[in-house]
């Protein structure tokens, strides 16, 4: 099986540069192929890692749930052809992109295809990123529901840490099953306060780390340089490491 980290978090928390910093780790430490999976609606995993996407597996779905399967193609070919041709292969890493939600209608069929396709895709990587929206519904369609780590990422707001319990508890609902949970505080400008342990320790996670502001982040996203050619000496990527060097297998 393959190891498989999840991360989630609000939106603007930065859990997505978060997950570039992640691949970034395990290129680095040979630990590949990895298979990124972009779960996020608002998906942008692709800038982070630096490259274009054709297409997406939602795409694919509401293909299938229009009917638009050629004449003589078996539905089961058809969404398998689709979503091997949103595969973007990169150097160490492929990355696959879930795309639009649901709309209206009966999605059964295609999603079971789906499911399945994923579930033998995931079993050629030793390695699996997901970035997630704070919904995490996409888990539900991976490997069985199996994650080894749930990386939850907040900022240091009070808001922040309450969608971070809010998102363990969506995870239970949705009976995923998690080796381990963990919460990373991002953008921190000090240590923790005293207010936010006691949350984080109420809600039965654990703080694995934090990672300071870095404005070095800001400077590659305006002027369109990928997170992942971020130098490893920079201060956020360096903590990151360090959080990374204690949950990865």
Known sequence: MPYSVALAGK???????????LIKYLLKKNKTPILAVDADCNANLNEVLGVD????LGN????????DVPSGMTKDIFIEMKLEEALVESEGFDLVVMGQPEGPGCYCAANTLLTNFLDRLSGNYPYIVMDNEAGMEHISRLT???VDILLIVSDPSRRG???AVRIEELARCLKIVVGKSYVVINQAREAPHQ???????K??????GTVPKDDMIYDFDF??????????????????????DKIIA
Do not use: Y
């Open 11 to 21: 939106g603007g928390s930065g859990k997505t540069t978060m997950a570039g910093m």
């Open 53 to 56: 996407i054709a297409d997406t």
């Open 60 to 67: 694919a779905r509401e293909e299938m749930k229009r009917g």
């Open 144 to 146: 069985t529901n199996n």
């Open 161 to 163: 840490l309450q969608a």
């Open 195 to 201: 207010q936010a342990m006691e949350m984080i320790k």
């Open 203 to 208: 809600a039965n996670l654990e703080l694995i």
């Open 223 to 244: 002027n369109g340089r990928p997170t992942l050619e971020m130098p490893e000496d920079s201060k956020s990527v360096k903590a990151a490491f360090e959080i990374f």
